[in-house]
């Protein structure tokens, strides 16, 4: 079981769809969502880690799904929507219901920007940028736009751009940008939609990186007023929050979780110190 600050059954007899659920951020959002009482789906492209992930709820008495789901392609969207759908229809939720999407889904590689084939840029584009155009526009049109909810898209600190990792960057802040159209085109539904801008964060998601890479990002990653990395459950909290209620009049808004890292400066570096709050999990 997790630590959360949340109070129980804060999302009993809702169902939550979490993109990049079986890992990292999307997968500890998960587990607290299941906690609080939501029905979570867990999408990714790798049924095996999904079905690990999936398992593991469930063993803390949690209602998980694992849904495979390549966000890239548009058709694979449109039916893993659908079998989301099946599947809430068949555990009573009336005639099948999406109430709360988490676009976590992501992927990049450290490069330098002229090194970036047109490939690649592609890929990280199409992943991050249209993979969350995608769900967010199936989920509305088959569910949202009947019922509402409410989207949160999970970014970066893209604030000063993001040098070597230049295809993320403007992924991050295309997705930061649709976060306001969609907002205010969809606020009449009853759909609220938001962001959060994680800044560097312990997750398993850096162990994909090469090592030298690693290291540089875990150096930056500490130039913040907390003096240390965040970790998976400060940035749940955020997601969790803008999902819930106590968000009701907040869309449009990118939330940073970042301890101030994005407004770094040489000019005041932050100190070491020890007593910047920790949210132990
Ligand atoms: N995570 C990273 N890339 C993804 C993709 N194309 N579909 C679903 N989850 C992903």
């Known amino acids: 079981m997790v630590n959360s600050i949340y109070k129980e059954n804060l999302f009993s007899e809702k169902t939550v769809l979490i993109t990049g659920g079986g890992t990292g951020i999307g997968f500890r959002t998960a587990r607290e969502l299941a906690q609080l009482g939501a029905t979570v789906f867990l999408a990714g492209r790798t049924a095996e880690k999904l079905n690990v992930s999936a398992d593991f709820i469930r063993k803390e008495n949690g209602n998980a799904h694992p849904i495979t789901c390549n966000i890239r392609d548009e058709e694979n969207v449109q039916d893993c929507i659908e079998k989301v759908l099946e599947l809430t229809k068949k555990s009573g939720f009336g005639e099948g219901r999406i109430d709360y999407l988490v676009n976590n889904a992501g992927g990049q590689f450290p490069s330098p920007a002229e090194n970036i084939s047109a490939k690649g840029w592609k890929a990280v584009i199409e992943t ?19 019922y509402g909810g409410a989207i949160v898209n999970v970014l970066a600190n893209f604030r000063n751009g993001f040098p070597m990792l230049s295809h993320t960057g403007a992924a991050r802040a295309g997705v930061d940008n649709l976060t306001k159209s969609l907002a205010v085109e969809w606020g009449r539904y009853g759909v609220r939609i938001n962001s959060v801008a994680p800044g560097v964060i312990q997750t398993s998601g850096l162990d994909k990186y090469p090592e030298e890479f690693k290291s540089f990002i875990l150096g930056f990653g500490k130039n913040n007023q907390a003096n240390r990395l965040g970790t998976e459950a400060e940035i749940a909290a955020g997601i969790i929050f803008l999902l819930s209620p106590a968000a009701s009049f907040i869309t449009g808004e990118t939330l940073k979780i970042d301890g101030a890292e994005s407004l770094y400066s040489p000019v005041y570096p932050p100190a070491d110190h020890k007593n910047f709050y920790k949210f132990e999990d």
């Open 128 to 146: 991050n940028l249209s993979g969350t155009f995608n769900v967010s526009k199936e989920v509305f049109n088959k569910s949202m736009k009947q």
